[in-house]
C-alpha cells in the first residue's frame, strides 16, 4: 500500500495559528495545477511496483481549486500510477468553499472522501483565530455534504483562550448531531512567526492554558469514546471502518509520495521535501527539475519514528519489531527509559505492545522523546 498527496499551497486568507506553506495571491493557481500535475508525472517511477490506495489533497485550502482543476490532477495520477479499486480520495475543505450545488458536484467525482476544517461552531473562535466561515456556514455545509458523502471528517480546535469546559463539550455535541464518523481534534499551539503569536506577545489575545487544553482533551475523549468512536491516534477520533487510510498510513510506516511546494516523501529508507517556495517550485518544475532535498534515515533515526509514531496510535511499540528491526541494544534501551513511565502509570506493556495508558495519552509526545535513542551511531 501508498498514498499520493497533492499540496495545493493556496488559501483565500491567513488562519492566525498557521504555519503551514500557503500564499493568499491566487495569481499562479493555474500555473500551480499545471505543474503538479507534471510533477505526478515525473515521479512516476517512485512507485511502479506500487497500488495507490490513498489519494489525499492538502494544504493550504484544496477546496479553492475548482472540481475541473481537481479531477484533472486525479485523472494524471490514474493516468501514470497503479491505484487500487477501493482507493480512499480525500480533499480537506473550507465551509465556505462547500455551498450545496459545490458538494452534489463533488459527489459526482473521484472524491469519495471530505475533511472539512470547521475548528468552532462559535462565532468568537473563528474570529480570534481569522477564519474565512463562519458559525452558519459551519453548520449548513454539514447538512448539506451528510446527504451525499458517507465517509465525512471535521477537524476540530480546543485549548482555544476564552473557551469554557462546557463550550467544548457543546462544541463536541453539535459536531455529533450531524452524525460525522470521523473527528480530528488538535490542540491550538503557538507557533513562531504566527499571527498567534504576535496576538499574544502583545498582550491582544490570552495565551493557551495548559490546564484547559488537558481538560478539553479529557472531554473528547471521553465523550467520543462514549459515542462510539475508537481513538486510534492521539489526535483522531473514528467510527469503526472510518479511520482514516491515508493517515494511517504515514503511521505505519507506509511509503508515500508528496506532490507541490513544501510537499514531503518517504519510501522507507529515506524523506524527501520539496522547496517550501512557489515561485521557485514552478521554475525547477517547468525546467524539468524535482526541487526536492531528501535524506537518508539512520537506524536511529528510523527507531525513533517508529516510537512516536506507534506510542501515538492504537497499535502501539512492537518490542518484537524493535528488536527485530534494530537491535537487541535499541530494546534494552527502551525497556530501560520506559520503566519509569511504566512505574508512573503512563505506559503499560500487554502482549508485547508498549503503549501509554489513558492517563499517559495526552503527554505522548513528551514520553516518546524520552524514549528516543539519540547518542547511538549508525
Known sequence: MSGIYIHIPFCKQACHYCDFHFSTSMKKKDEMVLALAKEIAMRK?????????????????????????????????YKNYTVSENSEITLEANPDDLSAERILELSKSP???????????????????????????AKKCLEEATKYFDNISLDLIYGIPGMSDEMWKQNIETALSFGIPHISSYALTV?????????????????PQDEATSNHFMILVETLQKNGFIHYELSNFGKENYFSKNNSAYWLGKKYIGIGPSA???????RGWNIA????????IQNNELPI?????????????????????????SLE??????????????????QKFLNDDLLSIENNILKPTPKG???TDGIASDLFYLNLED
Open 45 to 77: 517511477n517512485e512507485f511502479t511496483n506500487e497500488n495507490v490506495e490513498t489519494i489525499y489533497f492538502g494544504g493550504g485550502t484544496p477546496s479553492v481549486l475548482t472540481n475541473e482543476e481537481i479531477n484533472f490532477l486525479i485523472s494524471e495520477v
Open 111 to 137: 472524491i469519495n472522501r471530505l475533511s472539512i476544517g470547521i475548528q468552532s461552531f462559535y462565532e468568537e473562535d473563528l474570529q480570534l483565530m481569522n477564519r474565512a466561515h463562519n458559525s452558519a456556514e
Open 191 to 207: 507557533e513562531p512567526k504566527t499571527a498567534l503569536s504576535k496576538l499574544i506577545q502583545t498582550g491582544k489575545i490570552a495565551e
Open 264 to 270: 514531503h516523501s518517504y519510501d522507507g529508507e529515506k
Open 277 to 284: 517556495n512557489n515561485s521557485l517550485y514552478l521554475k525547477a
Open 293 to 317: 532535498e531528501t535524506e537518508v534515515l539512520t537506524v536511529s533515526d528510523r527507531y525513533n519514528e517508529y516510537i512516536m509514531t506507534g506510542l501515538r496510535t492504537i497499535w502501539g511499540v
Open 321 to 338: 519489531r524493535i528488536e527485530k528491526e534494530f537491535g537487541l541494544e535499541y530494546l534494552n534501551y527502551l525497556k530501560k527509559q520506559a
Open 361 to 363: 495519552k495526552f503527554l
